[in-house]
């Protein structure tokens, strides 16, 4: 049984900082690239960051270029999300997602296979 468990989030001032994790059960970590999506009160679950397989390679939706990083320890089957400089429009639950390297890197929810349950992200003014 495959388990994505998210923690890390919680309640933060606006311009602090925030490192989710993502441990990974029940596939082989590795062979799996990895997002992190975000989603809001009464919107769309939209893309923030995700990494290859590998670690190699690394994509980031334009609002969080420069604040956010998002890395992989693959001997721990985790993933990371650094969030610096957080401003309140990044409030939402943050999910970690997995889909199979046999495709390529995607930034579209439909294309990943595991999700996990989510945690709260609260960017305070």
């Known amino acids: 049984q495959v388990q994505l468990v998210e923690s890390g989030g919680g309640l933060v001032q606006a311009g602090g900082s925030l490192r989710l994790s993502c441990a990974a059960s029940?596939?082989?970590?590795?062979?799996?690239?990895m997002g992190w999506f975000r989603q809001a009160p009464e919107t769309e679950r939209e893309f923030v960051a995700a990494?290859?397989?590998?670690?190699?390679?690394?994509f980031y939706t334009d609002s969080v270029k420069g604040r956010f990083t998002i890395s992989r320890d693959n001997a721990k089957n985790t993933v990371y999300l650094q969030m610096n400089s957080l401003k309140p429009e990044d409030t939402a639950i943050y999910y970690c997602?997995?889909?199979?390297?046999?495709?390529?890197?995607?930034?579209?929810?439909?294309?990943?296979?595991?999700w996990g349950q989510g945690t709260q992200v609260t960017v305070s003014s």
């Open positions: 997602a997995a889909h199979s390297f046999m495709e390529r890197v995607s930034t579209t929810p439909r294309t990943y296979k595991y």
């Open positions: 029940g596939l082989a970590f590795s062979g799996y690239h």
């Open positions: 990494i290859s397989n590998g670690g190699r390679n690394t």
